[in-house]
């Protein structure tokens, strides 16, 4: 068969999916039986599914087979936007009822003239020398303290993990990262032209053999983990395991690109107290404060600094002024670090709940985190799950959404916990226990 001919399958059954014919969470016939139906060779029906799946149209889960995907009209295996769920465990932004008041308290004045005056003016990549010192001061972890000329700034937490890739990483090059990882750094590789490198995991994190196998097979050029309350395990790094992996990625002369947007909640300091040459440290406000008012932070080695810089400038990622006027108030007078303490208390406060309303079913969990990691029992698919769940107004994330290798998901799901109130959170966690325990067949019959 000719390769336009197992694309014309592949557009039949995509043009199915587009009309709804198939549906999300439906599975496909084993790929003998597709190709035993359309009279042709198992070899082309193992083209049509890989192209499926390179289009984001269909996942694979392990052991269960491929089934549409809940984001196959988007033809993107990407995070959408909030939708107004009534009960949203899909987006993680935690923001306390009180927060609002510590705000302004701390912002008021910033409206004056003379003040917006300064705030409203064009900034750059690297602000000023008062915002450098504050931020760096802001950062500083368990030991670890930055130097305020290592700080470069972004408009949010994205785009500093865009700037740091694009430093980096040459188009075409490969970054590692875990097997499950931050949904949108898929996106940000693809527009840069970067493959992303699944690399395996165990309960520690990332493992320094994998990485070492990867870059034998072809070149790394950078590794992207997520040491602390990793997004979507909620696992932090042990010291055993920090240590070993920074020996191997300094053997191979391999940058990290860490991400430390959710370290505010341990207490753990950066990969950069251990490794301070190797080590681009990201971070935002965006969990911190709110998304909403949000600056981001890239802490770059000396010698990669003017790297970060030139890809902010060229990405069009600047900050803007008003951002650091805000950010400056709310580091400088402490504000940001006491929501951040009370963030914590708030984080393990659904962590105790959500561990008593999913009690019997296997979650893998941080106490200190927003999020957990729900298994499914067998007679479950992830994206069959998520269909039910958001047909009783819940919004939850398929593990396909965090799997960087396409047909390679757990069946599983990620619960976001920080943005409901404790009230709709318990409600939402006591819908999805009698959930998971009917029957996919007829949960329908239990509306």
């Not at 984001?71 to 107004?84: D, F, L, N, S, V």
């Not at 002024?321 to 006491?338: L, Y």
Request: neutral net charge; contains cysteine.
């Amino acid at each position: 068969m000719s390769k336009s001919d197992y694309l014309r399958l592949a557009d039949m059954i995509a043009a199915e999916i587009a009309d709804g014919r198939l549906k999300p969470g439906e599975r496909l016939p084993p790929q003998r039986d597709f190709a035993y139906e359309r009279k042709i060779a198992v070899s082309t029906a193992s083209r049509v599914y890989a192209e499926l799946l390179r289009r984001g149209l269909v996942v694979g889960e392990v052991g269960r087979g491929t089934f549409v995907s809940g984001e196959a009209r988007r033809g993107a295996a990407a995070p959408g936007e909030p939708t107004g769920t009534r009960i949203d465990l899909e987006f993680n932004y935690p923001i306390l009822p009180k927060q609002s008041a510590l705000i302004a308290k701390s912002l008021a004045g910033l409206e004056e003239a003379a003040a917006l005056d300064v705030a409203l003016r064009q900034a750059t990549s690297v602000g000023t020398p008062a915002i450098r010192s504050i931020g760096a001061a802001f950062l500083s972890q368990g030991g670890w303290s930055p130097a305020p000329e290592q700080l470069v700034f972004t408009g949010n937490g994205r785009q500093s993990v865009a700037a740091a890739l694009a430093a980096l990483v040459p188009t075409g090059g490969r970054c590692g990262v875990e097997a499950l990882t931050y949904p949108f750094i898929k996106g940000i590789a693809a527009r840069l032209g970067v493959t992303l490198v699944p690399l395996a995991m165990d309960e520690h994190g990332m493992r320094p053999d994998a990485v070492q196998k990867a870059h034998r097979e072809a070149h790394l050029s950078a590794l992207y983990i997520q040491p602390a309350v990793q997004n979507p395990l909620g696992m932090t790094m042990p010291l055993a395991r920090r240590t070993d992996l920074l020996r191997v990625a300094e053997a191979l002369g391999l940058p990290i690109i860490e991400d430390n947007v959710y370290g505010f909640l341990e207490d753990e300091p950066p990969l950069a107290a251990l490794a301070p040459d190797s080590c681009l440290v990201i971070d935002s406000l965006s969990k911190k404060v709110a998304p909403g008012l949000t600056l981001g932070f890239v802490v770059a080695p000396l010698r990669l600094r003017e790297s970060v810089k030139a890809s902010v400038r060229s990405g069009g990622w600047t900050a803007t002024g008003f951002a650091f006027a805000a950010a400056q108030r709310m580091m400088s007078d402490g504000t940001i670090a006491e929501l951040g303490k009370l963030k914590r208390l708030d984080a393990r406060a659904r962590q105790t709940l959500a561990a008593e309303r999913l009690s019997g079913f296997e979650i893998q969990a941080n106490s200190n985190c927003y999020h957990l990691w729900l298994t499914l029992p067998a007679h479950w698919r992830s994206q069959s799950f998520v269909a039910a769940a958001a047909r009783r107004d819940i919004a939850l994330t398929p593990s396909s959404t965090f799997a960087v290798t396409p047909g390679h998901a757990p069946n599983a799901v990620r619960l976001a916990l920080a943005t409901p109130s404790m009230e709709q959170l318990d409600l939402g966690l006591h819908t999805l226990a009698a959930l998971l325990n009917a029957k996919e067949d007829d949960y329908d019959s239990t509306e």
